[in-house]
């Protein structure tokens, strides 16, 4: 009996089945009943019923035609899937990108809250890649977390460069990366750069330019400047000297940070559709409203290192003086030691470099390019740091990093490496109120960070934002300076390789110092012939002339 019935009704269909009985008996009911909650019961089962019969007549999902009505459940159940392996499955310690005690850390700084541990760690301190910071007997007391560092020189004596920086500035050792106003709300951008004035340190505009929120509250600024040119090109593309002269005059405008590429997806180009070029959006970024906004994938403006160390010379002479530097993650080594070449053939150097990490990155890039382009945070600015290091550049150029930067060890660990400070964004994102939705290129967050739709963003409270915003710095610089004192230290400057300790085995660990690229000062100017594979092989491929590999000494390493 149950087999025939079933070979009428296939057991897929019975919930369409069901909703249609359910409806003409509600409806039945109702009549005879007069009663309106039946009434109400059978309208939802017509819905049902409606829904059901465009199921089985539509032609895009093969699961609906299979299973009206109850196939729905299945796509429900995939959107909320991040949510729930978030909040029900996850381990605190699982990290998909930012693990739950991670974001808890975030949540608690920036809410003031006590963020203290009891019970020991939940980490597997047996486990291979462990690390941990060697301790003093003599711990230092320091009086103050403000730490922070001249980029550019120092007031009273310029850095070694031509057309130097005259104008230095006192930099945070922990700053907001950047992040575009059209990426984040407007709201997002006030708070956040509420939160750099009220707390003293700087705010990164990301390439999308200075727009008119992010001056509403003065919060120290550096002004990026992408391949697009925004907020300073001509209105086929160019760079425009006038345009960026009335920006980067700007006192408010501390740094010029020239962008070659982004964690999130180095050697991409982008394209913000001509639906969400707003107003506010074509005013920052000097564009037509409603056209599609195109970041080319290279800069217009220069085609050779050498072009390059003369275009940020220029910017830097246009700005008064400010200091001005790039941002790269690094690619192929030889076209980075080609730009170390311009330098030293030219006389100018950047009075900073910001290191992105392919694992870093607020933005939306395809999955290939956020999985595997570019160059970790660690190998990138090893290689950063010691080549300039090896030819004797180090002392005149500041280094950031940035990538997945959230705690204090995280800081402490790339200073080590060799960064003079840090940047984070999805760190200050999640002290904004982020909840890792992933969500962010869809214009839905439910919280109001990433959205340009009024109501959503509405969801956001700059006021009590912009004070989670300075919490969460103040906290996490408090944290860095327990680190450093307990180390025995005056300065986070003063951490090196040998204070971190990685575990490699059940039995085995070694100091950073021994597992790490380090180069002597001056050995690049040398014989290469005991330096590293990495400088033997690429190092002769480049050329101040060229971004492209010297093809004679590429052929020559096949």
């Known amino acids: 009996m149950l087999k025939r019935l079933t070979h009428l009704l296939p057991a897929r269909y019975f919930f369409f089945a069901l909703c249609s009985v359910g409806t003409l008996l509600a409806l039945a009911a109702a009549l005879v009943q007069h009663s309106a909650g039946l009434l109400l019961v059978g309208l939802l089962c017509l819905c049902l019923v409606a829904l059901g019969i465009f199921d089985l007549r539509q032609s895009r999902h093969a699961i609906l035609r ?4 109850l196939g729905h459940l299945r796509f429900l159940f995939e959107f909320i899937r991040p949510e729930m392996r978030q909040y029900f499955i996850e381990s605190d310690s699982e ?39 060697n301790h003093s007997m003599l711990p230092t007391k320091l009086a103050s977390h403000d730490f922070r560092i001249w980029i550019g020189g120092t007031p009273g004596q310029a850095a070694e460069s031509v057309q130097p920086c005259t104008q230095p500035y006192s930099a945070s050792v922990f700053n907001i990366s950047a992040m575009s106003f059209g990426a984040l709300s407007a709201n997002a951008i006030m708070a956040l750069n509420k939160g750099a004035k009220l707390g003293g340190f700087a705010h990164d505009t990301g390439e999308g330019s200075i727009s008119q929120h992010h001056r509403v509250h003065g919060g120290d600024l550096i002004w990026e400047i992408g391949s697009g040119y925004f907020g300073c090109r001509h209105d086929d593309g160019s760079f ?88 790269l993650c690094i ?14 053939e030219t006389g100018i150097t950047p009075d900073f470099i910001v290191v992105d990490g392919a694992e870093g990155g607020t933005g939306a890039a395809p999955v290939e390019f956020s999985d595997h382009v570019g160059a970790p945070l660690q190998e ?27 705690s204090a060890f995280d800081m402490l660990r790339l200073m080590a490496l060799g960064a003079d400070w840090c940047n984070a964004g999805r760190g200050f994102m999640m002290a904004l109120g982020c909840i890792q939705a992933q969500t962010c290129h869809t214009g839905k967050c439910p919280t109001g960070v990433t959205t340009q739709d009024k109501w959503r963003q509405q969801a956001l409270v700059v006021p009590d934002k912009a004070e989670r915003v300075e ?61 590293l594979h990495v400088f033997r092989q690429y190092w002769p491929m480049a050329s101040a002339q060229s971004f492209r590999a010297n093809n004679v000494q590429l052929a020559a390493t096949d």
């Open 331 to 344: 690619g192929h080594p030889w076209e980075w030691f080609a730009i170390v070449k311009a330098m030293l």
């Open 66 to 69: 299979n299973y009206p009505v």
């Open 95 to 133: 990290a998909t990108p930012f693990s739950r005690a991670q974001r808890s850390l975030v949540y608690q700084r920036a809410k003031g809250a006590p963020d203290s541990r009891p019970f020991g760690t939940h980490l597997d301190v047996g486990s291979q890649g462990y690390e941990w910071v």
């Open 471 to 531: 919490n969460f710095h103040r906290s996490t610089l408090h944290a860095l300076q327990e680190l450093v004192q307990a180390a025995g230290l005056s300065h986070p400057q003063e951490i090196n390789a040998h204070h971190i300790v990685r575990r490699l085995t059940d039995t085995e660990v070694r100091l950073l110092s021994h597992l790490i690229m380090q180069v002597e000062p001056g050995a690049l100017l040398g014989s290469l012939e005991r330096q």
């Open 380 to 406: 990138g600015l090893l290689l950063v740091h010691n080549t300039l290091l090896g030819v004797n550049l180090r002392h005149r150029i500041s280094i950031g990093a940035a990538g997945k930067v959230i």
């Open 240 to 327: 425009s000297e006038e345009r960026f002269t009335v920006n980067a005059l700007d006192p408010q405008v501390k740094m010029i940070e020239l962008k070659m590429s982004q964690g999130a997806k180095p050697g991409h180009g982008g394209v913000l559709p001509g639906s969400k070029v707003t107003p506010e959006i074509a005013a920052a970024r000097g564009v037509p409203v409603g056209e599609d906004c195109i970041s080319p994938a290279s800069h217009s403006a220069f085609s050779t290192p050498l072009e390059m160390m003369h275009f940020i010379a220029r910017l830097r002479r246009l700005s008064g003086g400010k200091p001005t530097g790039f941002k």
